[in-house]
C-alpha cells in the first residue's frame, strides 16, 4: 500500500468523525516514530503532588469454571478519577493544553507510560471523545485523549520481528522459525499466536494453530477496520467452540503485510475480553 493510498484511509476515518493529528498514517492525535524499546514509568505527579490510588481488579476466570482459561488476564482500573491509565498507542499520545486536538501539544508521552488521571472531559460537538487531565513533571496541566490508553497495566512483548504491548505478565515463546505464542506467566493457554515470514511465501489464509479446531468449524462474527501500529488492516472476528470442553470464544484473525513481509496473528479470547484486541494491535510495531 502506498504513503497515499494510507493518507485517503486516514481521511475516511477523519471524514466520519475522529480527530485529525500530527501524522499523515494516524487519523488521530498520535505523535511518530517515537521509541518502543523497553518499559517506561511516569514522572508524573496528581494535582496534590502524590501517586494516583485506587483499587485494581484482576480479571480471571471464576475458579469454578468448567472451561479453560481464555480471559484475558488484566488488573483494571476502576472507572472512576483520580485513577491510572496506560499509554497504547505505538507511536505515543500527545499532550495538548486544552481537551482538544486543536490545543497547543505541551510534550509527547511515550508508549507504555503510566498516567495518573486527575479529571475527564467529553467534548460537548458531539464527537463522544473523552480526555483525561494529568499533571506534568514542570507542573503544568494537560490533557490527551482517552482512546490511547489502557485501565490495565501493559508492558512490552516482542518476537524477532514484533513489538507488541500486551497485558502484564504475558510474554513470546517461540515454537518454530517465524512462529510465537504469548502465554500468561508461561501457562499452558494462548493469547495471542504470530506467523511471520517473506511476503511471497505467504499462504492464502492464516495456518489454524495445533489445539484449535478446523477452520470449516469457525463461525464468521464480524469484520472491523484496525491500525496494526501504523499500518491499516482487517481484524476478522470468528467464534470458535474450543477442542475437548466444547467451550466458546473468539478468534481474532489480522494479517499485516509491509513491503517484504507478513504476520498472521491469531488472538484466541473470551468475548468479554474482545474489546482489548484493537488496543493491543494499535500499540504493535512490526519491522
Known amino acids: 500500500?502506498?504513503?497515499?493510498?494510507?493518507?485517503?484511509?486516514?481521511?475516511?476515518?477523519a471524514v466520519l468523525g475522529t480527530e485529525v493529528g500530527l501524522a499523515v498514517f494516524?487519523?488521530?492525535?498520535?505523535?511518530?516514530?517515537?521509541?518502543?524499546?523497553g518499559s517506561h514509568t511516569s514522572s508524573l505527579v496528581s494535582a496534590n503532588?502524590?501517586?494516583?490510588?485506587?483499587?485494581?481488579?484482576?480479571?480471571?476466570?471464576?475458579?469454578?469454571?468448567k472451561c479453560p482459561d481464555v480471559v484475558v488476564h488484566r488488573f483494571e482500573q476502576p472507572n472512576t478519577i483520580p485513577r491510572s491509565a496506560w499509554v497504547h498507542a505505538s507511536d505515543g499520545v500527545n499532550v495538548r493544553a486544552a481537551p482538544t486536538a486543536s490545543a497547543t501539544r505541551l510534550t509527547t508521552l511515550p508508549t507504555g507510560m503510566q498516567l495518573n488521571l486527575q479529571a475527564d472531559q467529553t467534548n460537548p460537538n458531539g464527537d463522544g471523545?473523552?480526555?483525561?487531565?494529568?499533571?506534568?513533571?514542570?507542573?503544568?496541566d494537560g490533557w490527551l485523549s482517552s482512546r490511547y490508553t489502557t485501565n490495565y497495566p501493559i508492558s512490552l512483548a516482542s518476537t524477532d520481528s514484533l513489538k507488541i504491548w500486551l497485558p502484564v505478565g504475558y510474554q513470546f515463546q517461540s515454537v518454530a522459525p517465524g512462529k510465537a505464542e504469548a502465554h500468561y506467566k508461561s501457562g499452558p493457554v494462548t493469547l495471542l499466536y504470530v506467523e511471520s515470514g517473506v511476503k511471497d511465501q505467504a499462504p492464502t489464509e492464516a495456518t489454524v494453530p495445533t489445539g484449535l479446531p478446523p477452520r470449516a468449524m469457525w463461525t464468521a462474527r464480524s469484520v472491523e477496520q484496525v491500525l496494526v501500529g501504523d499500518l491499516p488492516a482487517t481484524d476478522r472476528v470468528l467464534g470458535i467452540r474450543l477442542a475437548g470442553s466444547g467451550?466458546?470464544?473468539l478468534v481474532h484473525e489480522v494479517r499485516v503485510t509491509t513491503?517484504?513481509?507478513?504476520y498472521d496473528l491469531i488472538f484466541v479470547l473470551d468475548e468479554s475480553s474482545s474489546s482489548v484486541v484493537a488496543q493491543l494491535l494499535d500499540s504493535a510495531i512490526v519491522q
Open 129 to 140: 471523545i473523552t480526555w483525561y487531565q494529568i499533571r506534568l513533571s514542570d507542573g503544568r
Open 49 to 65: 503532588g502524590s501517586p494516583s490510588p485506587g483499587a485494581t481488579t484482576l480479571v480471571t476466570p471464576s475458579s469454578a469454571g
Open 259 to 262: 513491503a517484504t513481509r507478513y
Open 247 to 249: 467451550c466458546p470464544a
Open 26 to 37: 494516524r487519523p488521530w492525535d498520535h505523535h511518530v516514530a517515537l521509541s518502543l524499546s
Open 1 to 13: 500500500m502506498t504513503k497515499l493510498e494510507l493518507a485517503a484511509w486516514g481521511l475516511v476515518i
